[in-house]
């Protein structure tokens, strides 16, 4: 129940109490009743649903960042990639700012700056790091609402896939020649793994017998550790024909060397690198697959590691292996992922046929009467 105090200056102050029982003033007023007045608004608003206390906003960004980051559970890698965006950018602008402090057109200028400064992706990336913690303190219950929601910045125009032809990959695989890295490339081409799935393929993950490869680990983006498990967790198996072999040569190392976060390791990998150790994706895409795109002639495709991914589920839907079977072999966890390779589908004669039968005027039943319109 709010109340009034007068003041030994003769002046009146309102309180009232939070929920917590933690007693709260209005601001001084010179009269009772208005006091007594501000007293209750200011009682019944603690009692609102989503009220939150405007004085827990009064943490800096810095203080809460403390709070808030070690509790994220993201993957190790995206945290120090992450770490390090913190450091450059969001901390020296936001790192003083107390939380209720925080405008949504100061975070928009801010975020445009770094769009300007630096490329949109960065810039995208730091925003949601920021827009993440923001919603992390609403939940926390330090925040009425985020500020950063709303933020607008230059849409990314994802890069348009490539999808070589037979006869274009056994120009770019000429170039690369024999040997391990040959090995890698028709690896990728002839399993559709993504780059972090053959570069941490282990050798006893292949299995000649059956001829399939069992692709159930992964590499970190940074290289740092092996993963147990695929994107999205699909460990799946995909058959393997004698070309995609070839060229691969099994490592006689009993162990990867990588720390493995669960998994113990049993065997070397497959592709190692030609120093040891994993394989970069930019350090395999530079010194092999760019220089031998320039040479067969395919240098302007703009050609990246993803799109030999791209080319294997293409080769399989063009030659009528059903989408739910592609999906499956690329370990999508939605088949709607699958569907950009539909116009890959041949047309089959018969259904194409009957769709698109000569149109005629149909015969009117014999025996009925028929309609006609006099004039």
Same mark, same amino acid.
């Given at each position: 129940?709010?109340?009034?105090?007068?003041?030994?200056?003769?002046?009146?102050?309102?309180?009232?109490?939070? %929920?917590?029982?933690?007693?709260?003033?209005? %601001?001084?007023?010179?009269?009772?009743?208005?006091? /007594?007045?501000?007293?209750?608004?200011?009682?019944?608003?603690?009692?609102?649903?989503?009220?939150?206390?405007?004085?827990?906003?009064?943490?800096?960004?810095?203080?809460?960042?403390?709070?808030?980051?070690?509790?994220?559970?993201?993957?190790?890698?995206?945290?120090? @990639?992450?770490?390090?965006?913190?450091?450059?950018?969001?901390? %020296?602008?936001?790192?003083?700012?107390?939380?209720?402090?925080?405008? @949504?057109?100061?975070?928009?200028?801010?975020?445009?700056?770094?769009?300007?400064? /630096?490329?949109?992706?960065?810039?995208?990336?730091?925003?949601?790091?920021?827009?993440?913690?923001?919603?992390?303190?609403?939940?926390?219950?330090?925040?009425?609402? @985020?500020?950063?929601?709303?933020?607008?910045?230059?849409?990314?125009?994802?890069? #348009?896939?490539?999808?070589?032809?037979?006869?274009?990959?056994?120009?770019?695989?000429?170039?690369?020649?024999?040997?391990?890295?040959?090995?890698?490339? #028709? &690896?990728?081409?002839?399993?559709?793994?993504?780059?972090?799935?053959?570069?941490? &393929?282990?050798?006893?993950?292949?299995?000649?017998?059956?001829?399939?490869?069992?692709?159930?680990?992964?590499?970190?983006?940074?290289?740092?550790?092996?993963?147990?498990?695929?994107?999205?967790?699909?460990?799946?198996?995909?058959?393997?024909?004698?070309?995609?072999?070839?060229?691969?040569?099994?490592?006689?190392?009993?162990?990867?060397?990588?720390?493995?976060?669960?998994?113990?390791?049993?065997?070397?990998?497959?592709?190692?690198? !030609?120093?040891?150790?994993?394989?970069?994706?930019? @350090?395999?895409?530079?010194?092999?697959?760019?220089?031998?795109?320039?040479?067969?002639?395919?240098?302007?495709?703009?050609?990246?590691?993803?799109?030999?991914?791209?080319?294997?589920?293409?080769?399989?839907?063009? #030659?009528?292996?059903?989408?739910?079977?592609?999906?499956?072999?690329?370990?999508?966890?939605?088949?709607?992922?699958?569907?950009?390779?539909?116009? &890959?589908?041949?047309?089959?004669?018969?259904?194409?046929?009957?769709?698109?039968?000569? !149109?005629?005027?149909?015969?009117?039943?014999?025996?009925? %009467?028929?309609? /006609?319109?006099?004039?």
């Amino acid at each position: 129940m709010a109340w009034t105090e007068q003041l030994p200056s003769g002046r009146y102050r309102g309180g009232y109490r939070l %929920p917590t029982g933690e007693i709260r003033y209005t %601001p001084v007023s010179d009269h009772k009743e208005p006091a /007594r007045r501000a007293a209750v608004d200011a009682e019944a608003k603690t009692h609102a649903p989503g009220w939150v206390d405007p004085r827990r906003g009064e943490i800096t960004w810095g203080s809460w960042h403390a709070v808030w980051w070690p509790a994220r559970r993201i993957e190790p890698a995206t945290r120090r @990639n992450e770490a390090s965006m913190v450091e450059t950018w969001i901390m %020296p602008r936001w790192g003083e700012v107390p939380l209720a402090a925080i405008d @949504n057109w100061s975070v928009q200028a801010w975020a445009t700056g770094i769009a300007d400064e /630096r490329k949109p992706a960065t810039a995208r990336r730091v925003l949601t790091i920021l827009v993440s913690s923001l919603s992390a303190a609403v939940r926390a219950q330090v925040l009425p609402a @985020n500020p950063a929601l709303g933020v607008t910045l230059e849409r990314i125009v994802p890069k #348009d896939p490539v999808f070589l032809d037979r006869e274009q990959y056994a120009a770019l695989a000429a170039r690369v020649g024999t040997g391990p890295s040959r090995g890698l490339l #028709d &690896f990728l081409v002839g399993t559709g793994a993504r780059w972090g799935e053959a570069a941490g &393929f282990h050798a006893h993950r292949l299995d000649l017998v059956h001829a399939q490869a069992r692709i159930a680990e992964v590499l970190s983006d940074d290289g740092r550790e092996v993963k147990p498990y695929p994107k999205g967790g699909r460990r799946r198996t995909v058959p393997l024909l004698q070309w995609v072999v070839e060229h691969v040569e099994i490592p006689e190392a009993e162990r990867c060397g990588i720390p493995h976060r669960r998994e113990t390791c049993r065997s070397g990998l497959l592709f190692p690198a !030609p120093r040891g150790g994993a394989w970069d994706d930019r @350090n395999f895409s530079r010194r092999v697959l760019q220089p031998a795109a320039k040479a067969a002639g395919l240098g302007s495709l703009g050609l990246g590691l993803h799109d030999l991914r791209h080319t294997y589920a293409s080769w399989l839907v063009a #030659d009528g292996v059903p989408l739910s079977r592609v999906a499956e072999l690329l370990g999508h966890a939605s088949a709607k992922t699958t569907e950009i390779y539909t116009h &890959f589908a041949p047309a089959r004669a018969a259904d194409v046929a009957s769709a698109l039968r000569e !149109p005629a005027i149909a015969e009117a039943p014999r025996g009925r %009467p028929q309609l /006609r319109v006099v004039k």
